[in-house]
């Protein structure tokens, strides 16, 4: 796959593309964003994940200048968008949930239309809308209606509008939609290829897609940011312990003392009934955020214990993202009187 080419303008770009600074939006006394603030690195794709109605669309809207804010100040590049809204939009490619597009338009009459309106010139124009079909695999739909494509294809049209004036920030919300598995990769490539050269907001509830792609998450909840950081910091935060999977023989009863020798944080979690070749399997949890495999693999033996597999569990971004917007609900609740109970399962560390 070719790679996005960035003009010379983007040298001007400065180092923090997106400063969000106490944002807020209410719609009387719904507040659907709620004192929200973040920045965004040249070159860094960011992650935006929240339950629905958490407020993300809301954001993304503002932050492109089609919505207001009631109070709070974002500034694109540098810009106030309040203020100065058009020379914002310059520099922002934007594709919104559920796209807009023109259904009796072609492929390549739309991209040249609104490469027009993004005032490219005609002599790049025609070069740069070759490029972004061949990037979004669409090239051999150029001259197809749009509203007859499906709505995998239409949803890479969007992506391929939203990229084609080789803009500083990229915003997409939800932009795998509607796309079969194969076509999520291309995707996924084509963000990936962006990275440390546009700044990159994804909105997206295919988590799996935002841990491979994304160097930062924000977790958004009532408006508010509830957790931020890599996926390996916000499991860190969140869960505070990695796990591991240890099948072993030997004697299991000393096992608890053999483990604190090696890591004084190690703990047994559960230890199952040998098998009839004597081998169990053992849980284990550590606070340690350092990766103690080889540890194991070198101290137990040393025991006269036998190793015959070793793994290390983590929490998925899944589990990270429920706990984190539980979290925030909790906080929210109203103290309980003695007695009262609360039938939901406690969270995990923090």
Known sequence: MSRVRIPDCMAEIPDITIEVSHLKKSYGSLHAV?????????????????????????????????????????????????????????????MPENNPLPEDMR?????????????????????????????????????????????????RVGIAEAILAEPAIIIMDEPTI?????????????????????????????????????????????????????????????????SYRIEFAGDAGALAHHLSTIEPTLKIVAVSEPATDGFQVATLMTDSTSDLGEKLLQGLPIQGYRIRSLGRTQPSLEDVFLAATRRSWDARLPDKKPGQGDDRAPLPKA
């Open 107 to 155: 492929v390549s009459e739309y991209l040249w239309f609104r490469g027009r309106l993004k005032e490219m010139p005609r002599a790049k124009l025609r070069s740069r809308i070759d490029e972004v079909l061949e990037l979004c695999d669409i090239k051999r739909n150029r001259h197809r209606i749009i509203g007859r494509l499906s709505k995998g294809n239409k949803q």
């Open 178 to 242: 509607g796309l079969d598995p194969h076509q999520i990769l291309i995707v996924r490539d084509l963000i990936a290829s962006l990275r440390g050269r546009m700044s990159v907001i994804i909105s997206s509830h295919i988590l799996p897609e935002i841990e491979a792609t994304c160097d930062r998450v924000l977790i958004i909840n009532s408006g508010r940011i509830v957790a931020q950081g890599s996926p390996s910091e916000l499991r860190q935060e969140i869960f505070g312990h990695a």
């Open 34 to 94: 709620n004192d929200l603030s973040f920045s965004v690195k040249r070159g860094e794709i960011i992650g935006l994940l929240g339950p629905n109605g958490a407020g993300k669309s809301t954001t993304m809207r503002i932050l492109t200048g089609y919505l207001p804010a009631t109070s709070g100040s974002v500034r694109i590049c540098g810009l106030p968008v309040a203020s100065q809204s058009q020379e914002t939009k310059r520099f922002i490619g934007y």
